[in-house]
């Protein structure tokens, strides 16, 4: 999968920062879990060829040992690519406290049919639960693959960014209010379902000026398309 030159850049930025900063490139044996950094809360994700995926009809979720960072603060991210068969999604999860609704902000963009495409995304929370933020519907441009962020931009807003040409500027963002009627906590994690793929994760609390040289500070000024 292709690695993002911008995911290395804000990693370098962060720790010389000073920011809570977890990353986990995946590059390691296959394995029917992510790893010692990671606690599986629900079968199953797994690592097969150096990246991160399910390979199944469960609602898989891992979250990220030790991390902990108030939602309104952290931005979690990672390169995705959609699955070739069967419905599959990624979900990127922060504000992390159970698997019960409305106790996690999950993030996700799907696969719909399995044609290698993903069309749809969710604002949902706890483990793929369509409750709290503003549910399903469809992306305006559909992508096999992209890096994608979430973040808050305030109390009650979330959002989704994607980037399909890995350039470091969203081409496509997306947002929910709703965020500060849910029980949330501090955990991150990723969500995974059917074949869908992850790489590259990175969940940080960036400085303000690493903030700005990534693009996320001033988002607004970036943004091309708003659902």
Sequence with gaps: MRKVII?????????????QTFSDDFNRANSGTLGSNWTLVSPTTQIINNAATNGSS???????NGYSAAYTAVTVSADVQS??????????????????AQQAIFI??????GNGTFDALGFYTGNNVNSGLSGFGSLST?????????????????NLGVDT????????TYSSTGASSLALGTGVGLGLYGTAI?????????EPATLLVFGLGALALRRRRQA
Excluded: C, E, M
């Excluded at 599959?88 to 019960?100: D, R």
């Design 198 to 206: 992850a790489d590259n994760y990175l969940a940080v609390v960036p």
């Design 58 to 64: 469960s609602l898989g979720l891992s979250t990220v």
């Design 165 to 172: 040409d890995f350039n470091g500027t969203f081409d496509q």
């Design 83 to 100: 699955g070739q068969s069967g419905t599959s999604y990624v979900a990127l999860v922060f504000g992390y406290a159970s698997t019960s």
């Design 7 to 19: 995911t290395s850049v804000l990693l370098a930025l962060a720790a010389a920062a000073g920011a």
């Design 108 to 113: 996700k963009i799907q696969d719909n049919d």
């Design 142 to 158: 559909p992508f096999s693959r992209a890096h994608i962020a979430v973040w808050a931009s305030d109390a009650n807003t979330v």
